[in-house]
């Protein structure tokens, strides 16, 4: 199983008056341990105020510039904050190699592709990502951005995008979109049903689209996803990432009473302990002190991702797996509650 890695911060760039673009340092003897898919993300970990603190962020420069995260500050963010106003360049962190996903495969870049990506606030990241890696690697491909913010000055990566524009006439467009202010050349709104319409049916009908990706808050993924499929586009065609974790409350349709027997299989090693059913798998090996994988513990990563090989669990949510992944008894550990008396989950057989 990937482990983490002690990096330096090479390089803190201000991107906007709340966020920042960090770069670490990759050693040689790391390089082939960090290579990445555009798309995927990193998760680091780091001590504050005590208290270790991990979080996932998504990769924005491509695999052939090195290893690179934009980081918004978020209001009560514990690490958003720390990240924003305290990280120095040449301070060190904890880096798990790139997971994900949400992600372009490298072997894409082969053929010429027509990409379209729905990206709101900070989902530009891994977009950024996917853009900048297909329009170097992919002579032919081409690639339309919608792209919403609230104001101009929050819309990260602005003046690169419009770089990359100027640079890829014939190959990148953009479609800005501004909610609290109206810009010339812009959309005033939000990403919604007209929005998706407006490029697949009018200003690039003409593009035959292979891929769709999706990044931003579960509501805009929702409906741009719900008007694609409108407009006869296959779901595996559309591809998408959450940001954030749903706020709604969730009702398990099992019984939760009593408890586990469970054994947990991790980097090589067993564990055998009894847990609550209503107690949330990952929690309870984290409070064994098994080092599992785990990073946002919202279930909108795929770190914790394990497979059940004996027994039966219940994920209170799920917006990565796909069914035939559930079927073959993979999970989110950090959504999913033991229903049987016995269960063995795996996280190296994934």
Do not use: W
């Not at 105020?49 to 491509?62: F, I, K, M, P």
């Not at 302990?273 to 090996?285: C, G, N, R, W, Y």
């Not at 919202?298 to 027994?311: D, H, L, M, Q, W």
Request: glycine residues 4%; proline residues 2%; negative net charge.
């Amino acid at each position: 199983m990937a482990q983490f890695h002690t990096l330096h911060i090479q390089r803190i760039t201000r991107v906007t008056e709340k966020s920042v673009a960090v770069t670490f340092a990759v050693p040689d003897s790391l390089k082939e341990d960090f290579n990445f898919s555009a798309g995927q993300y990193i998760t680091l970990k780091t001590q504050i105020n005590g208290e270790e603190v991990r979080r996932a962020y998504s990769l924005c420069s491509t695999p052939q510039e090195g290893l690179t995260v934009a980081i918004k500050e978020v209001e009560n963010g514990t690490f958003s904050t720390y990240a924003n106003r305290e990280l120095k360049e040449g301070d060190t962190m904890d880096v798990h190699t790139p997971e994900g996903r949400f992600k372009i495969e490298n072997s894409a870049f082969a053929k010429a592709q027509t990409y379209a990506a729905f990206a709101a606030g900070s989902g530009i990241t891994p977009i950024l990502s996917m853009i900048n890696t297909t329009l170097s690697q992919s002579a032919d491909s081409k690639f339309v951005l919608v792209y919403g913010n609230r104001t101009e000055e929050e819309a990260m990566f602005r003046d690169e995008l419009i770089a990359l524009r100027d640079q890829y006439k014939d190959r990148f467009s953009i479609e800005f979109i501004y909610s609290q202010t109206r810009v010339d050349g812009a959309h005033f709104g939000r990403i919604m049903k007209a929005t998706v319409n407006f490029v697949v049916k009018n200003k690039y009908a003409a593009n035959d689209f292979n891929e769709y990706f999706l990044c931003g808050p579960e509501a805009m993924i929702k409906e741009v996803s719900k008007v694609l499929k409108e407009n006869d586009t296959k779901e595996e065609n559309i591809h998408f990432e959450l940001f954030t974790a749903s706020t709604e409350e969730v009702t398990i349709d099992a019984n939760l009473d009593g408890k586990t027997a469970i054994k947990v299989v991790c980097d090589d090693e067993e564990f055998e302990f009894t847990m609550e059913k209503d107690a949330v798998i990952l929690d309870a090996a984290l409070d064994q002190d098994i080092d599992a994988p785990h990073s946002c513990q919202g279930g909108i990563c795929s770190s914790c991702i394990a497979r059940v090989t004996e027994g039966t669990a219940v994920m209170s949510q799920n917006q990565i797996l796909t069914d035939s992944e559930v079927a073959e008894g993979l999970i989110l550990t950090c959504q999913a509650h033991p229903t049987s008396a016995s269960i063995v989950v795996d996280y190296d057989d994934v």
